[in-house]
């Protein structure tokens, strides 16, 4: 996929972003690479802004280095957590950063990237995260 730097921990930490947003690409029904890191950065970005500042730094910690730089880019530690409390709310965020599709494919967007944080994330972290949201939010990544 890269022609690799020649530097291991650049070149795993490339090689894992491309992996994760291959499966979003999968997820989404779609070969769209740029369409795969926009839904990663937007869900990532309005999830961080839902969390606690220590929480948000908690699950970033479980990120591949890449993604962690994703994640946190133009963050405001200051200004979180918003409080988006129903499921609607935090879909319309998603929608927003996604104008040019059908508003009802945020969901499908949100959860794409939820399914990839589930399957690499630690258990314990995802728990942590859940219970840091509404009941409504948790449905999201359940």
Known sequence: MTAGTGFDPIDRTVQKTFEWLK???QDLGSDDRYRAYHALRSVLHHLRD???VNEAADLAAELPLLIRGIFYEGW???KVP???R???EFLGLIARD????PEENAEKIARAVFNVLRRHVAAGEIED???ALPKEL???VT
Request: glycine share 0%; net charge negative; hydrophobic share 35%.
């Open 23 to 25: 499966e979003i690409e």
């Open 50 to 52: 839902r969390l606690t």
């Open 76 to 78: 405001n530690p200051a």
């Open 82 to 84: 918003v409080k988006i």
């Open 86 to 88: 129903h499921r609607d």
């Open 98 to 101: 996604f104008p040019e599709e």
């Open 129 to 131: 995260v859940l219970n």
């Open 138 to 140: 948790r449905e999201l």
